[in-house]
């Protein structure tokens, strides 16, 4: 016995019926439900990958990880502290070699004081690097809880399917599903990557981070002579910068969540495929903005501070 599917059935009209009793509409009900999981799931992925991301950028390196991470990375910052006073050494003579014209310019008191005031603060850095830097970041971390607190935001807003567009796709037939599934196939798809993509990039702050603070007594060393200090200066910068890319994050978040309290508006007149492409295609433009707003995060910020 052969059965067959005719083109508009769904919802409440059962359309053919085959051998076991098994329902066209049945058939399209079944795939719909597939359909509105595909953007479901997708859109549960992204809103725990922008919840995840209100916590980390609110979260210090001392807890990021449960401290493990941070322990290791001060131990490393202790070890590079020997290095980083050898270069010290370094470049204070370099640096006496290139500013006096001779031996008698050294003996000078106010030149002598001016040399042992540089190489002492010098020293310092090195030795108290570590705070210096956790105290530019928690200056940071300051300006971040203002802006979240002024905008009146404590966590992300979830993305959520409007009922009407979950009762379209419910309703809809057989062969109107099979272009629906297609749709949301890609588009759960591409919500899916620009989630990954967008805490990927928040995890490459806590990267910087410790990057910055594992080697900073290198970098710090160059303070010792006048001609590289230029460098300990770009370094403090840089490290403000990345600092401040969770601010800039902050914004971009804050911006996307008034962009979801708003959500496409979905035309109930028209067909279910026209209906979902309309709101993915929407949806995504807005993920898309705020990807690239936090991709470029670190940019923004470094033009600000002219680096």
């Not at 297609?182 to 919500?191: H, R, S």
């Amino acid at each position: 016995m052969k059965w067959y599917l005719d083109f508009e059935h769904g919802g409440k009209d059962p359309g053919a019926i085959g051998p076991t009793n098994l329902k066209e509409s049945d058939v399209a009900l079944k795939i719909g439900m597939i359909i509105k999981e595909n953007l479901e799931n997708a859109l549960e992925t992204w809103n725990d990958k922008l919840s995840e991301i209100w916590a980390l950028i609110t979260m210090t390196p001392q807890s990021f990880r449960g401290g493990k991470i941070w322990n290791v990375i001060v131990d490393i910052n202790g070890a590079v502290q020997s290095i980083g006073l050898a270069l010290l050494v370094l470049f204070f003579v370099a640096g006496v070699v290139k500013t006096c014209g001779s031996f008698t310019d050294v003996k000078k008191p106010e030149h002598a004081m001016k040399l042992f005031v540089r190489f002492a603060l010098a020293k310092g850095a090195i030795t108290y690097g570590m705070e210096l830097m956790l105290s530019l970041f928690d200056i940071a971390q300051g300006a971040i809880s203002t802006i979240m607190s002024t905008a009146g935001f404590s966590e992300a807003k979830k993305t959520v399917l409007p009922t009407e567009m979950v009762t379209a796709i419910e309703n809809c037939s057989f062969f109107e599903s099979i272009p629906l599934w297609a749709v949301t196939l890609i588009g759960g798809l591409f919500i899916m990557v620009m989630s990954f993509i967008l805490i990927m990039t928040v995890y490459g702050r806590f990267f910087k981070l410790y990057m910055y603070t594992a080697l900073a007594p290198i970098p710090l060393s160059t303070f010792a002579g006048e001609p590289s200090q230029n460098v300990g200066k770009s370094f403090i910068r840089s490290y403000c910068a990345v600092c401040l890319e969770g601010a800039a994050i902050a914004l971009a978040c804050i911006i996307f969540s008034l962009f979801a309290s708003s959500p496409p508006v979905v035309d109930t007149s028209v067909a279910a495929v026209t209906q979902v492409w309309s709101y993915v295609g929407e949806l995504i433009f807005n993920m898309l903005i705020l990807v690239g707003s936090v991709k470029m995060s670190d940019r923004i910020i470094r033009e600000m501070m002219g680096l």
